[in-house]
């Protein structure tokens, strides 16, 4: 015979570890990338693809950075 127990859950799992930030990101956050902008323009598109989340990478003041954007 087994023991039924209520209210016990397993902890949730741990976001997928990820070269950036992109779950810690609220909108209007952003991070500098040392990547060439094409690419940092690709990991966006890809992440917003992916989280469901509108991330965006543009140049600003000569560094290349991404945002959370919606």
Known sequence: MFKIEKGILPDPPEPRKT???WHA???GDSFVV???LKI???NARQ???RY??????????GQVR????K
């Not at 469901?52 to 003041?61: D, H, I, L, R, S």
């Not at 991404?66 to 954007?69: G, L």
Request: proline share 7%; aromatic share 18%.
């Open 19 to 21: 070269k950036y930030p």
């Open 25 to 27: 990101l609220k909108v």
């Open 34 to 36: 040392d990547t060439p």
């Open 40 to 42: 940092a323009r690709t």
């Open 47 to 49: 992440a917003t693809e």
């Open 52 to 61: 469901g989340k509108e991330f965006k990478a543009e140049m600003y003041k």
């Open 66 to 69: 991404i945002w959370r954007w």
